[in-house]
């Protein structure tokens, strides 16, 4: 039933190994500007103008293209955005007409208060997909049997204001919607200051399609409600499980006692160790499958579909001060096969909280002061969608880490530019590989 699936990674590496280089392809003005014109034409017929008419002097397709551009250079403010594009307006004068000059750092921060999230996130979404589409058919890669994505909530935290006073205004909370399959942000939903993402992560599940894919998540996120959801849109899940479900998680851990453990640690069905050598420090991840009886009565059948329980024991070992750390997690699946593939899908959810690090690290979303929500939440959109582009770029320029891409746009600009729009075109990819298989 379950086949190991081929996330971003694996993708790009089987890219990496199949493309010429860079210099070898072809990266001609008429690519980028079709490129370019792709991404005004999505944008023009998907995302509504909300100003008046008679008042806009800059058209909406130029201010949410120099903002993307822009923060594909470093910009990480409404500022930055304005600096970055009056430093390059001869550049974006060859892709855009300009005829009002460059927007100041206000329009930017107005407009982007008005525009819809939503619109604003579709564009994006639909604009990164396609050139990761374009790319596996360029190359012939197939589509993975089975699908995973990963919800998980982050918190901005230089959104609040005049904590613990009358007047607070909380941090930005928003729930992400994840894809490990291409590394891109499917869903952003910023939450209500008087809720929590558990309503809204069953919301935006209630309306994807989730055949052959499966959902994993953390504890708060493991309800009832959550996991039938997922069940009835045809879907696999896996969530953990923490003192939230304080008799669940105990009667879990009742079923892998000694004997149990013991009894099953040679059956590569139900027991799998993977060992990971990194930072400074070694990892042993053990891995244990116990299927599970839903009779009706039981503890476990007012759980949909639920069929297994997994157990993760974790020692970490640093090879400096050989100090030694272990823990134990529980999760609960309706996936069936051998419990390598449950654990594959445990170990792909950090590659969320791999993403939320970036937005901190890289783009200083914690830094983040805009206190206009929507104005915040299209700014982190634009963030979200350019750190996927680095990541698709990141093989193509044969380079160990995301920060050497980013370094790529920070010293040669235009030259990067170039790069990742070429990489968006299907066509000059399989020129490329055409006449590098022919040399």
């Not at 998680?249 to 990194?278: G, H, I, M, W």
């Amino acid at each position: 039933m379950w086949v190991e699936m081929e996330n971003y990674q694996d993708l790009f590496v089987r890219i990496a190994q199949a493309l010429p280089t860079m210099e070898e392809l072809t990266t001609g003005t008429k690519v980028r500007r079709k490129v370019i014109d792709r991404f005004v034409y999505i944008i023009r017929t998907t995302v509504d103008d909300p100003r008046q008419a008679g008042k806009v002097e800059y058209p909406l397709y130029e201010i949410i293209v120099l903002a993307f551009f822009a923060i594909l250079g470093g910009a990480d403010t409404f500022s930055a955005v304005a600096a970055c594009c009056k430093y390059k307006e001869k550049f974006f004068r060859k892709f855009l007409p300009l005829d009002h000059g460059m927007p100041s750092h206000d329009t930017f921060n107005r407009v982007f208060s008005l525009i819809d999230m939503d619109q604003l996130e579709a564009v994006l979404v639909f604009f990164v997909s396609q050139s990761f589409q374009k790319l596996r058919k360029a190359l012939k890669i197939p589509e993975p049997s089975l699908k995973q994505i990963c919800v998980d909530g982050k918190v901005s935290r230089g959104s609040g204001r005049y904590a613990d006073t009358s007047a607070e205004i909380k941090d930005i909370q928003t729930l992400h919607v994840y894809s490990t399959e291409d590394g891109i942000c499917l869903y952003s939903r910023q939450i209500d200051e008087k809720t929590n993402e558990i309503p809204t992560a069953q919301a935006i599940l209630s309306t994807m399609d989730l055949k052959d894919t499966i959902v994993s998540f953390d504890a708060m996120n493991t309800q009832i409600e959550t996991l039938r959801t997922i069940v009835s849109r045809k879907g696999y899940y896996i969530g953990g499980l923490k003192g939230n479900h304080k008799t669940m998680l105990q009667e879990c851990a009742f079923c892998f006692d000694e004997d149990y453990l013991q009894k099953v640690k040679n059956d590569p069905r139900l027991s799998y160790r993977y060992t990971e050598k990194a930072h400074n420090q070694i990892e042993s991840m053990d891995f244990t499958l116990a299927k599970v009886n839903s009779a009706e009565g039981s503890l476990f059948a007012t759980w949909p579909d639920l069929k297994s329980i997994i157990r993760y024991d974790k020692r970490t070992e640093d090879l400096v001060s050989h100090k030694e750390t272990k823990e134990v997690r529980y999760y609960l699946s309706n996936l069936t096969g051998k419990v390598s593939e449950a654990a594959m899908a445990i170990r792909q959810h950090w590659q969320v909280e791999s993403f939320h690090w970036f937005l901190d690290v890289m783009f200083n979303d914690d830094a983040n002061l805009t206190v206009n929500r929507r104005a915040s939440g299209n700014m982190s959109l634009m963030k979200k969608m350019v750190l996927s582009l680095y990541r698709m770029m990141k093989p193509m320029e044969r380079v160990k880490s995301i920060s050497e891409i980013r370094r790529l746009f920070y010293w040669g600009y235009d030259e990067g530019i170039k790069r990742l729009l070429a990489n968006c075109d299907a066509k000059t990819i399989t020129s490329a590989m055409e006449g590098y298989r022919n040399t």
